[in-house]
């Protein structure tokens, strides 16, 4: 079934995406860089998607899926390549706008895919499905990328990603005839502006409520693994707490059906960054793995119902014909926040330390369970 196709290569293809930027931080980290210059790493991650990713969603509702899964694919495996065969910053600078905008195009195009080739009986369904398959990718990227630094270091472990990759391009290339080739025709081109979909008020509060959310897992993606190796912890360990952080988000994402199905999508998402808000406290008062594992999983809890219901939310809130440009401006938040979020909060690393970053975000995600309190 293409749908099983979807799910499965999206799972196998977080994997690689997950794992790139946790080598990404570690990296830049092991070659000496500070809060701030990780920081702008992933400013730069977000950089292009944030300005292309409207545009991308565009191409996906009115021209082809499949073109753009085969460039974010092939482009991915390229930018790996990069580190790999000059190791150092520069290096790092390059690969990450470059795979940011990549897998952009990816992703763009699965989400949109699960959307078409679901029901409305079956697209929530579906779409945990698919944040499963991000959670598998939260747990095995970071584990076995710090496995594999501290066994061949971290160039070789970029090869490792560019290889396992370039093996999913060529099995879409083989199934491909499976894969819808149109997005949603519309009979007449009708003139598309971004402010029409700003005036529902279904998709300003899943826009909203993904910023809060994406500010809370870009901090934790990108500082947990500085703060790990400054109190002295290895690859291994802090991947093993990453991981936990993917373990905790594939157990809630199972109960977000019958969860919201009860409760509602908002009283879900509500309890659910307040529980973040209490993890992100935590991070700065323990050096101990175990401890710092067991408030990654308490966040996982939290955030990993964050991402999947605004998803849903931002889909079924896109008029028809409109559901790519709906997902992708989502997506253009989240990047967004990759650009505004690290460097911020780096500057506010370099001068203050880590915690007060931990604790900023705290309150921010207060913040955004009183807005799904509201009715």
């Not at 499965?8 to 860089?33: C, H, P």
């Not at 191409?59 to 499949?66: E, G, S, V």
């Not at 253009?332 to 926040?337: E, L, M, P, T």
């Amino acid at each position: 079934m293409p749908i099983t196709l979807v799910l499965l290569l999206s799972a196998a293809t977080f994997i690689s995406m997950k794992g790139s930027r946790i080598v990404m931080t570690l990296f830049a980290v092991d070659l000496g860089a500070g809060p701030l210059e990780t920081g702008v790493l992933f400013a730069l991650y977000g950089l292009a998607p944030f300005l292309l990713v409207v545009y991308a969603g565009r191409i996906a509702d009115r021209f082809d899926n499949r073109v753009l899964m085969y460039w974010g694919l092939g482009g991915f495996v390229a930018s790996l390549c990069l580190p790999f065969v000059f190791p150092g910053l520069p290096a790092l600078f390059a690969f990450a706008p470059l795979s940011g905008f990549t897998t952009m195009l990816f992703v763009v195009t699965t989400q949109n895919l699960v959307g078409m080739l679901s029901s409305a009986e079956t697209r929530t369904r579906n779409y945990s499905y698919y944040s499963l398959g991000e959670s598998v990718g939260s747990v095995l990227g970071p584990v076995l990328v710090g496995i594999s630094i501290d066994a061949i270091h971290h160039p070789p472990t970029f090869l490792a990603l560019a290889l396992y990759t370039m093996i999913l391009g060529l099995l879409l290339a083989a199934r491909r005839a499976t894969i819808p080739h149109l997005g949603n025709k519309e009979e007449k081109p009708v003139p598309r502006k971004m402010k029409d979909l700003l005036q529902l008020p279904a998709m300003r509060n899943a826009l909203l409520t993904n910023a809060v959310v994406m500010t809370g897992l870009d901090l934790f993606n990108l500082y947990m693994p500085v703060y790990t190796h400054g109190v002295g912890l290895s690859a291994t360990t802090t991947g093993l707490i990453m991981g936990a952080f993917g373990l905790a988000a594939f157990a809630i994402r199972l109960a977000i059906p019958p969860v919201t199905a009860r409760w509602g999508e908002k009283t879900m998402l509500a309890g659910a960054l307040v529980l973040s808000a209490a993890a992100f406290v935590t991070f700065p008062l323990t050096a101990n793995p175990l401890l710092l594992a067991a408030a990654a999983f308490v966040l996982g809890l939290g955030l990993g119902c964050g991402q999947p219901l605004s998803m849903i939310l931002a889909y079924n809130a896109s008029p028809p014909g409109r559901s790519a440009e709906g997902i992708s401006m989502r997506l253009a938040v989240s990047y967004g926040a990759h650009v505004v979020i690290p460097p911020v909060f780096g500057a506010i690393g370099a001068g203050l330390g880590l915690a007060p970053i931990f604790w900023t975000c705290s309150v921010l995600l207060a913040g955004g369970s009183l807005l799904n309190r509201r009715k």
